[in-house]
């Protein structure tokens, strides 16, 4: 009834007149403000617009519309976000990293074409944003869903957040006579950033307020767009840069170019230094152009984008396993800075490993503060020959993990210092132990503080027993409280015990207490995995589970048993059987089971995979791109295949990810086939 009497009541004309003449005004203002970066008010004349605005609305609720200026910010905070399928996949670049495999690419295309190879192609090519991939969905003008890439098909709802955006337009427009009819559906494609000024900003309010800074502007504008409370968001000035789109109703764009001279015409911002060229060779000059002035664009870049003009060969070239053919990355080369290598400290890891880690001077490297890099192990420590005090050469390798590349000994003074290993855990003060042929020193003692975080926070993880909210800081404020001195404590807390964590209150321990109990159904294979056994990673876990069917018969087998088994050598044989010859460990495995930990089966698939690789042995080097070497491991068992860590001439396939190792130069020496992860997800797709 309320409702109809709110329908009901006679608004003037003048005013519903003067509300719809407001919101054309300041999205007008807002198009020359943001898009085109030329305004024509003062911001005083334009806070007075929003004002009146406002004020209309409040005394006329129901003259709100979603798309009014007004409804940037309002909404109440999400329980969680709700998925959003992609029409049109969001598909991720190949990445090249040099001028060859540039050129490489543009022959490529022409052999695929059937072009003559001397015939020019003509590009888009523009700087590749270092933030979060985004769509935005409008409707009819209106923009109703905003989402996440997620895994290129399926992304996380993120669109009352997306709103707090001011350069993301609430309703298209035509600012131009010349623009093109908004159709009655288009998907935006977009990258959501954060500017280096406020993400300094943003760090230093939250040094200010005790809570740690992020990383990166990549890091902070994920942070702050995947926030359940909007209101967060908007407190942080995220911005965004158009690039495409995705499905499109009721009109047909032919090049990417119309594209990018479209979207701006509809109040949709694109970056400025976007550029048409007519060849390849002009793509790798704009590469040059853009490196050169990196350091002083106001956000970070770590690439530029590649892709080719007319989109009837788009429809041509396709996509290959999660990328398309008509467009790549091409990235920069690692930044490397010099610092000084001020000292070294060894941390603990969850099998007792012990790793050296450089504490270094801080320096920015490509737009983040880098203060610390991994020595790896003793061996890598005295093959480098670097000393503290030394000046070194630092890179992020790939842009994301600091290393030392080198120490630059013409700087010595004579007062560096050479890095002694300790012969004591640096936690417990164990006496450390080394097997024979291993570089890596490790803590023995299975109740060592640093060891047992990292045991937890492994237990815990995704791929393991997945126990959502149970992240480091809880981890380290079990142990402290004597609440869990080994993993199956977990399932034996009680809701009130959560209550007593620092930072906890009824809600948040509840749902760690309910995500615990959640875990104890689980798979046999995410159980062993789980246990954290020295050598047993996922695939190994899956593979050990299809064996031995239960977890009793795995527990009791001898290496014998496990030697029988493909892919499975006498060093992961040994640390199977001696982890579960460990009194201390079959106790805490029964301690689980007694808590009511059960196994399930593994989600049978309709139908049963060809054996395409039985008799094949596969070895893999390098980061994988579309899943992690331990899923490729898997995939191969499921095929019929075997896996192994050593290179040898009873190896058919060794697969060369990003950054190999010595096993691509094993492999090379022998003559054994390499393949990159193209060809390997082709070989694999033949199931």
């Not at 979603?66 to 910010?73: A, G, H, I, K, L």
């Not at 020019?120 to 969905?137: F, N, R």
């Not at 009109?251 to 109040?267: N, R």
């Amino acid at each position: 009834m309320a409702e109809e009497k709110i329908n009901k009541r006679e608004i003037p004309p003048e005013i519903i007149e003067r509300v719809k003449k407001l919101r054309e005004e300041i999205d007008y203002h807002n198009y020359r403000y943001y898009v085109l970066d030329s305004p024509v008010i003062s911001d005083a004349e334009y806070d007075a617009l929003m004002r009146e605005l406002k004020e209309l609305e409040e005394k006329y609720p129901e003259l709100i519309t979603p798309d009014s200026p007004t409804q940037r910010v309002g909404f109440k905070p999400a329980e969680g976000f709700k998925e959003v399928p992609h029409v049109e996949p969001m598909l991720s670049l190949d990445d090249a990293m040099n001028e060859e495999e540039v050129i490489e690419f543009d022959k490529r295309i022409k052999r695929f074409l059937g072009f003559p190879e001397d015939q020019p192609i003509e590009y888009t090519v523009e700087p590749k944003i270092d933030g979060l991939a985004v769509e935005l969905v409008y409707e009819n003008g209106v923009f109703v869903v905003g989402s996440t890439r997620g895994d290129g098909y399926v992304g996380e709802d993120v669109t009352n957040n997306l709103k707090t955006i001011k350069t993301i337009p609430l309703r298209l427009r035509k600012f131009t006579e010349d623009a093109p009819d908004i159709p009655p559906r288009v998907d935006i494609r977009g990258e959501v950033f954060m500017t280096k000024e406020e993400f300094q900003r943003l760090n230093e309010e939250r040094v200010r307020k005790g809570e740690l800074p992020f990383a990166n502007p990549r890091n902070a504008a994920a942070g702050s767009l995947r926030q359940l409370d909007p209101s967060i968001t908007a407190k942080r000035k995220l911005d965004i840069f158009c690039y495409g789109v995705g499905r499109v109703d009721g009109y047909k764009f032919k090049t990417q170019w119309e594209i990018l001279q479209t979207l701006p015409k509809w109040g949709l911002k694109i970056n400025p230094m976007v550029k048409l060229v007519k060849n390849i060779q002009e793509a790798i000059k704009y590469h040059h152009e853009i490196e050169r002035i990196r350091e002083t664009l106001p956000y970070e870049i770590d690439g530029i984008v590649i892709k080719v003009n007319d989109l009837s060969l788009w429809e041509k070239l396709g996509t290959k396993a999660r990328s398309p053919r008509y467009a790549l990355a091409y990235k920069f080369q690692p930044t490397q800075v010099t610092t000084q290598l001020i000292d070294v400290v060894f941390q603990v890891g969850r099998t007792g490993a012990i790793t050296p880690v450089a504490i270094l001077k801080p320096v920015q490297i490509g737009g983040v503060i880098v203060e610390r890099a991994t020595l790896h192990n003793e061996d890598f420590i005295k093959n480098l020959d670097v000393r503290i005090g030394d000046w070194v050469l630092v890179q992020r390798a790939g842009d994301v993990i600091p290393q030392i590349v080198m120490p630059i000994k013409d700087r010595r003074t004579g007062k560096e210092k050479e890095i002694v290993f300790p012969t004591h855990c640096p936690i417990c003060r164990t006496k450390l132990v080394k097997k024979p042929g291993e570089a890596i020193w490790r803590c023995p003692n299975p109740n060592c503080y640093a060891s047992l975080v990292r045991k937890i926070l492994h237990f815990a993880s995704r791929n393991a027993m997945n126990i959502e909210g149970l992240g480091e800081k809880v981890a380290r404020d079990l142990v402290d409280k004597g609440f869990v001195q080994n993993i199956a404590d977990l399932y034996y807390l009680k809701l009130e015990d959560f209550m007593k964590l620092p930072g906890f209150a009824y809600k948040k321990a509840k749902n760690l207490y309910e995500a615990i109990q959640k875990s104890k159904k689980t798979t046999l294979a995410r159980f062993i995995y789980a246990l954290g056994i020295r050598h047993v990673g996922e695939a190994m876990a899956y593979l050990l589970a299809e064996k031995f069917k239960t977890l009793d018969k795995l527990m009791n087998a001898s290496v014998s048993d496990l030697l029988s088994i493909p892919g499975v050598g006498y060093e992961v044989a040994k640390s199977i059987v001696d982890f579960f010859k460990n009194e201390e460990n079959r106790k805490m495995i029964q301690r689980m089971l007694d808590a009511g930990v059960t196994f399930i089966e593994e989600e049978k698939k309709e139908e049963e995979k060809p054996k395409i690789l039985e008799g094949k042995t596969f070895v893999f080097t390098g980061a994988l791109k579309s899943m992690t070497r331990d899923q490729a491991k898997r995939k191969v068992i499921e095929l019929g295949g075997k896996v192994t860590d050593s290179v040898s001439r009873k190896v058919d396939y060794v697969v060369v990810g990003e950054s190999p190792g010595s096993k691509y130069q094993r492999a090379l020496q022998l003559g054994i086939k390499t393949i990159n992860e193209e060809e390997f997800l082709k070989l694999i797709g033949k199931a």
